[in-house]
């Protein structure tokens, strides 16, 4: 394809348009919800691996698009009655169709580039961690939109109708929408049945889990079998002239779905797997962060070193010797076990997200009393909370709300309600207080029973 054909295909086409209209739609997209931007380690912006993640999500949208808008391209020779007059001259059918399918698949492709390089930028500018592990999500990606509008292209070419292109956007749109229900309703670790590789499939990503996951070698190589199959068999279609060519020309995308399924993780666990680069240490003495973060080792490593001070004043031996950055990966719906000597936490909690100074001081003294036995991607509030702000109060000899608990009249809430148990636990002998604390301590760390109640001296299950 010489620069003056593809010129020419770009002034006749509806091809730009497909680009500024998959632009528009997933820029929308990405100001309009709120999630992407959020302060979390997991934002867009925040860490180059969310970024390529938190683009794939816009598949869900930008997918069926694309297969609409393609075949909306493929109706152009159609509408305009001009198909025989095309098949008789000289020029062969394949290079037309390379032309047709490489116009409207580039003008989509550099709209989600250009998506890609908004938030590129800002990522480069934020964060000091960088690796082009990236990279093959964002491909991949790449090749869903180029796949989805060919076949398109080479669908409405077989079947002529100005009903095609919306019929075919609509069908991938349920395709999309069916398969992230499947995977948002039954999550690793529930008693339901897992995520299959069905759900990989789609070419979205439903979530972004945590920034020191990234999807597996097999999931990408499953996707890319799929998507060029399917490339293949639009492409084929476009081409065909008879009926039975037609037919052979589906050969191609049922080949690659069936080695895309043979290639797919059926492991949820081997769906998304740890990115050992971005979950690797990086430490000042005592106080380890993750690569992702070590931007924030800094601001950090003074508070911990106090906080770990303060514990050893007040529990001895028994006291944490570590504060660590948590990049384990959990099934959701599994209770945690947290070590002794190690405070383990996550910038995304609540106390640690917008903590500073002091704050982060106490938000890792609560930490390492009580970690919190909340199943792993469950968010409750009640008891261990309670426990916690006792159990800080104590260290510090002063009560206080916790940071980051929410608003003032929970907070008050939450002082008022466990005053009573600080009060009396504060009223013991040392010996006696001490020994409470540990008994909470040992209920908090193996999440067996209630710690709040091994702290008011009752029975903890």
């Not at 037919?247 to 043979?262: D, I, K, N, R």
């Not at 990086?282 to 601001?299: E, H, K, W």
């Not at 990049?327 to 640690?352: N, Q």
């Not at 636990?425 to 209920?443: F, H, S």
Request: aromatic letters at 6%; hydrophobic letters at 50%.
């Amino acid at each position: 394809m010489n620069v003056r054909v593809l010129r020419t295909e770009l002034k006749r086409s509806s091809a730009p348009w497909a680009g500024v209209v998959a632009l528009a739609t997933g820029s929308a997209l990405l100001y309009l919800i709120s999630e992407p931007w959020s302060g979390t380690t997991t934002a867009w912006t925040g860490q180059w691996t969310s970024m390529a993640l938190w683009t794939r999500t816009l598949l869900f949208y930008l997918w069926p698009l694309a297969i609409g808008l393609g075949a909306l391209q493929g109706l152009r020779d159609h509408r305009s009655k001009i198909s025989d007059l095309l098949t008789s001259t000289p020029r062969p059918a394949w290079h037309r169709a390379a032309t047709l399918a490489g116009t409207t698949a580039g003008a989509l492709v550099a709209a989600f580039v250009s998506l890609i390089l908004v938030g590129a930028v800002q990522v480069f500018t934020r964060t000091e961690y960088t690796h082009l592990g990236w990279l093959p999500i964002s491909l991949v990606g790449v090749l869903a939109l180029v796949a989805g509008s060919v076949l398109g292209m080479g669908a409405a070419r077989a079947l002529p109708s100005v009903l095609t292109p919306p019929a075919l956007a609509m069908g991938a749109f349920v395709f999309t929408a069916v398969l992230a229900r499947a995977e948002t309703a039954t999550m690793p670790g529930a008693p339901a049945a897992e995520p299959n590789r069905l759900v990989l499939l789609s070419p979205a990503v439903e979530r972004v889990p945590n920034a020191f996951v990234t999807l597996s070698a097999s999931v990408h190589l499953g996707q890319t079998i799929w998507m060029l199959g399917m490339a293949s068999t639009g492409f084929a279609l476009l081409v065909a002239a008879a009926l039975h060519t037609r037919l052979l020309a589906l050969a191609p995308v049922l080949a690659g779905v069936t080695l895309a399924l043979l290639v797919l993780p059926s492991d949820p666990r081997r769906m998304f797997v740890l990115d050992q680069a971005a979950a690797r240490p990086v430490c000042d003495g005592s106080v380890c962060v993750s690569s992702t973060q070590q931007a924030r080792l800094a601001g950090l490593a003074g508070p911990a070193k106090e906080a770990l001070r303060l514990l050893h004043g007040a529990l001895g031996a028994r006291a944490p010797e570590t504060v660590r950055e948590n990049t384990a990966l959990l099934p959701d719906g599994s209770t945690p076990r947290w070590p002794r000597t190690t405070v383990l936490f996550h910038f995304d909690d609540d106390m640690f997200a917008a903590a500073k100074g002091d704050e982060v001081t106490k938000a890792l003294i609560a930490q390492g009393m009580v970690p919190g036995c909340s199943p792993a991607g469950w968010s409750t509030f009640g008891s261990d909370q309670f426990a916690q702000t006792v159990a800080v109060g104590w260290v510090l000899g002063e009560l206080e709300p916790l940071p980051g608990t929410g608003s003032a009249a929970l907070n008050r809430h939450v002082v008022d309600r466990v005053r009573p148990v600080w009060e009396e636990l504060m009223a013991l002998p040392r010996a006696q207080q001490l020994a409470r604390i540990n008994a909470m301590r040992a209920v908090a760390l193996s999440c067996e029973g209630d710690a709040f109640e091994a702290l008011k001296g009752g029975p903890s299950r």
